[in-house]
């Protein structure tokens, strides 16, 4: 059987309809259907980019001294970790695929367990279709099957923007060392933090100064615009990081060297971060009470670059709804079988139409 036979369709791809539709407005789309950033790359980033060009030699896997020391800074100024060391550390070509990857790389396969939120990111369980693993969405630490092995938490989420506090942290940890199993925690939206305190499974109100079977996954994509960039990180347990660069030699999975010059670039400035947040919170602002004032309410949202929006109705008419009106959303079904009565909509389009989807959803603007 081939790999492709085995996953699920692409989920966007049933969105053509809905874009073919909202495409039509007079004033144009507005598509809110990705998280895929609008705002200028930072200039310290393309001038590092720029001065590292004669990149005549191959890169290591594991990144150069310089940028492991740069995101060893940015995770203890930052997010308060703790007991990191160079061999704790890796960059990664995007983290979407070391999500998909993971299982991959740490040998899993069937009979073991890959665990994720029952509202999820897809590629979690993607990786784990890969490899033959059972995929199971929970969102119970106590609830953990048998046979566990791999364990996703996402903190701000994508979708909803949920943000787990300290205590649903420690439980999580806790929950891993009793089974055995590896946390891996998504903290790629974390710059983005709205309505309470994001935190890292590296910090030790988390972890209580053991960073053993914790893996901590970062992103510049969101955070400094660097999406084309592809460049990432994961941070933690030494044994797990070391495992993971010792497979990925074999596989010549590096970061080009100019793009971990613009890693150690934008890790080291957090004024370019500042600065998106305010973009970021002057959109979201604008774009809730908008959906707020036509009638949908905004569930968690508390984080990210998401609204998790819903009328209680099907997520697809939902979806049709916005088309109509030239805005094209995510529908919830594409997160997991709970969440097919919301819609997430992304604050990543330029404020200018974030402010044209805002007249579209006026009720006395309604339709065309």
């Known amino acids: 059987m081939a790999l492709a036979d085995s996953l699920p369709d692409f989920p966007w791809d049933s969105l053509l309809e809905a874009k073919r539709v909202a495409s039509t407005h007079p004033d144009g789309l507005v598509d809110l259907s990705v998280g895929t950033p609008v705002d200028p790359t930072p200039e310290i980033a393309r001038q590092a980019l720029v001065a590292a060009a004669d990149a005549h030699h191959y890169p290591t896997v594991w990144g150069t001294p310089r940028l492991r020391d740069a995101i060893i800074g940015y995770l203890e100024n930052r997010w308060s970790a703790h007991g990191l060391t160079h061999e704790g550390i890796l960059p990664v070509i995007g983290t979407k695929e070391l999500v998909g990857w993971l299982p991959e790389l740490l040998g899993l396969g069937a009979g073991d367990v890959v665990v994720f939120p029952e509202i999820a990111y897809p590629t979690y369980e993607v990786g784990a279709r890969v490899v033959g693993a059972e995929p199971v969405a929970c969102d119970d630490p106590d609830a953990l099957p048998e046979g566990t092995r791999l364990i996703w938490i996402n903190s701000p989420a994508n979708p909803t923007g949920r943000i787990l506090d300290v205590a649903e942290l420690r439980g999580w940890v806790a929950a891993s060392r009793r089974h055995g199993a590896l946390l891996a925690s998504d903290e790629c939206y974390g710059e983005f933090a709205w309505e309470r305190e994001a935190c890292s499974v590296l910090d030790p109100r988390i972890n209580d100064g053991d960073i053993t079977g914790l893996l901590a996954v970062h992103s510049v994509s969101k955070r400094s615009n660097a999406a084309g960039y592809r460049a990432g990180f994961v941070a933690g347990d030494p044994t797990v990081v070391q495992e993971l660069v010792q497979a990925r030699k074999h596989l010549g999975m590096m970061v080009p060297t100019p793009i971990q010059a613009a ?52 997520c697809r008419s939902t979806v049709d709804w916005f088309a109509e009106r030239g805005i094209l959303v995510a529908p919830g079904d594409f997160y997991g079988s709970r969440s097919g009565e919301h819609v997430r909509i992304a604050l990543t389009a330029p404020t200018e139409r974030i402010e044209a989807a805002a007249a579209r959803l006026s009720p006395c603007r309604s339709g065309r």
């Open 263 to 314: 890693l150690i670039a934008v890790l080291g400035d957090q004024d370019h971060v500042i600065e998106q947040r305010e973009r970021y919170l002057e959109r979201r602002a604008v774009l809730r009470r908008a959906l707020e004032d036509a009638g949908f309410r905004v569930d968690h949202s508390e984080g990210s670059l998401y609204l998790w929006a819903t009328r209680d109705e099907s």
